[in-house]
């Protein structure tokens, strides 16, 4: 089996204009977020997966220069864009990690390609993690064919049409170790407060890049939690946008009804 780890990221964020770009520690986040993803040991191929919008151009020129494939495709169905991503490089499944998510961790990545080679499952989810430190596993034939039985071109918030449907089986990853199941913690970045925070976290751990989920969640957990503070009040809005989110429609007829 062969597997990507597909960043998706685009440049069209209004909760925080052009975050993708953001310096973090002298480099931009999108950059950051690549170097860290190449930390993953059990995938085969690292994509960076965005838009055919030219804003994204720069994204992709980013990518280039640190040495990382890149897909365009649908500027806002995310599923269609995953599929033809996986389908251009020969895959057979995807990991998905958010641009938001800086400090995705990939160690967790390596979780989900390991269920991944198992072949029994649609798609692999983790549990129990800080948001914003989790990956998402979906085989190239769920991608296929969620294609043909969604009813929705938004697919910003698409984790539903996989998990508790009767269309796809799930396998969800339980994460129960204590240095790192902390869900309580908001590590993903969408909103001023988030990446005040995530700067503090990169000073804090000298603007390196190269450093383990463990040593983060000991900062954060044992160290100093009170820089956990920052940006607790980015919660309450962050589940309001997804409120707000474009809901999961299939259709009432499709050749897997």
Not at 101 to 107: A, H, I, M, Q, V
Not at 177 to 204: K, S, V
Not at 215 to 231: A, F, G, Q
Request: glycine share 6%.
């Amino acid at each position: 089996m062969k597997i990507g780890c597909l960043l998706s990221v685009r440049e069209k964020a209004t909760r925080l204009p052009h975050k993708a770009l953001l310096d973090v520690g002298g480099k931009p986040l999108t950059a950051r977020l690549l170097e860290r993803l190449t930390m993953c040991k059990g995938i085969d191929k690292l994509i960076l997966a965005t838009s055919s919008h030219p804003d994204d151009d720069i994204l992709e020129a980013l990518a280039h220069r640190g040495g990382i494939a890149t897909f365009r495709g649908h500027p806002e169905d995310k599923l269609n864009r995953y599929f033809h991503t996986a389908r251009s490089y020969g895959l057979d499944a995807v990991i998905i990690v958010d641009g938001d998510d800086l400090f995705c961790f990939p160690e967790g990545v390596d979780m989900v390609a390991a269920e991944l080679r198992k072949e029994e499952f649609d798609c692999i989810y983790i549990s129990g993690l800080p948001l914003g430190a989790a990956s998402t596993g979906l085989t190239t034939n769920a991608l296929e064919k969620v294609l043909d039985l969604k009813d929705e071109e938004d697919t910003e918030v698409w984790g539903g049409y996989f998990i508790g449907t009767k269309y796809f089986s799930s396998r969800e990853i339980k994460l129960t170790d204590p240095r790192l199941a902390h869900p309580n913690i908001r590590l993903t970045i969408d909103y001023p407060e988030d990446y005040d925070f995530a700067c503090r976290i990169i000073f804090e751990l000298n603007n390196e890049n190269n450093f383990s989920s463990y040593d983060l969640m000991d900062l954060l957990v044992n160290k100093k939690p009170e820089l956990c503070n920052i940006n607790k009040a980015a919660t309450a809005l962050y589940e309001d946008h997804i409120k707000k989110s474009a809901p999961i429609k299939f259709k009432h007829q499709s050749k897997y009804q």
